[in-house]
């Protein structure tokens, strides 16, 4: 059973940072492209951030580039989300997904509980 399992959201003032973590099971770690989506109030869910755990490469949406890194620790079989400078539209549930697949349109099929990220301003 795949399970993805996130951490390290909360609450922080704009230009802060937070980390979050998926520890991720239930599959082999280099098999997928593991990432993040994250859903604002009353809007769509958006992908945020992908990253290949065989090569590492990444994909970031555009509103994320040059805050937000994706990273992986295999050896824990873990994905992290480094957030910094963040901003009130940031505001949102995270969800680690797997796979990641980023093409014309993000697209995931396993999806964890979420965990919440608020920015005040």
């Known amino acids: 059973e795949v399970q993805l399992v996130e951490s390290g959201g909360g609450l922080v003032q704009a230009g802060g940072s937070l980390r979050l973590s998926c520890a991720a099971s239930?599959?082999?770690?280099?098999?997928?492209?593991i990432g993040w989506f994250r859903q604002a109030p009353g809007k769509e869910r958006e992908g945020v951030s992908c990253?290949?755990?065989?090569?590492?490469?990444?994909t970031s949406a555009d509103s994320v580039k040059g805050r937000f890194t994706i990273s992986s620790d295999n050896a824990k079989n873990t994905v992290y989300l480094q957030m910094n400078d963040l901003k009130p539209e940031d505001t949102g549930s995270y969800y680690c997904?797997?796979?990641?697949?980023?093409?014309?349109?993000?697209?995931?099929?396993?999806w964890g509980q979420g965990t919440q990220v608020t920015v005040s301003s």
């Open positions: 997904v797997a796979p990641c697949v980023v093409g014309a349109d993000w697209i995931a099929e396993y």
């Open positions: 239930g599959f082999t770690f280099d098999d997928y492209a």
């Open positions: 990253i290949s755990s065989s090569d590492g490469s990444t």
